[in-house]
């Protein structure tokens, strides 16, 4: 997700926005944002929506609850100018996320998943959620269709949800 961010700093600020980024993505509300708006996004877009319509109210309220205790989050190495550029897109930065939990979740539907139409969808939908108003102008230009690899990592690109788990004691999600 690093990648479709820019990280300029002003000299006047005195604090490196990609630590602050990394810090508040990797916290666990945001996997609960990512969650919940997983499956609301499936209940929206792929589901009956008069049927899925209680889910969806339960997940609007969970992620409004997450959403809020989020953005209450202290720390001395947050500062509030680099949380409020965070907040700002993290609209965007929640859509990018979701998109590829689909890609992982549906590998094989990636005719459907991995279209301009369906990021914009995502787009649309959570800009709409989080600011009040579908922002047409957020661009998912920079999302990147493939997963980053360090350095010494291979990318697989038959890489599903079947392959992912948590190491033991907490930390980051590592493919097999």
Wanted: hydrophobic share 40%; glycine share 6%; proline share 3%.
């Amino acid at each position: 997700m690093t990648s479709s961010v820019t990280f300029k700093s002003t000299k006047n600020e005195a604090y490196d926005f990609k630590a602050i980024f990394q810090q508040l993505i990797n916290m666990e509300h945001f996997r609960a944002l990512v969650s919940d708006g997983f499956w609301y996004f499936i209940c929206q877009e792929f589901k009956d929506k008069t049927q899925y319509e209680a889910h969806c109210e339960f997940l609007l309220d969970r992620m409004a609850a997450n959403f809020v205790s989020y953005q209450l989050v202290e720390g001395p190495t947050l500062p509030a100018e680099g949380k409020r550029k965070y907040f700002a897109k993290l609209y965007n930065h929640l859509a990018q996320a979701i998109y590829h939990a689909l890609k992982l979740a549906f590998p094989k539907t990636g005719n459907i998943i991995c279209t301009g139409t369906t990021k914009r969808k995502l787009l649309n939908c959570f800009s709409l959620l989080f600011t009040g108003v579908t922002v047409h102008s957020a661009s998912f230009a920079k999302w990147s269709d493939q997963r980053e690899a360090g350095a010494n990592e291979q990318i697989d690109k038959n890489l599903t949800l079947a392959d992912i788990k948590r190491p033991e004691g907490g930390g980051p999600i590592k493919s097999k």
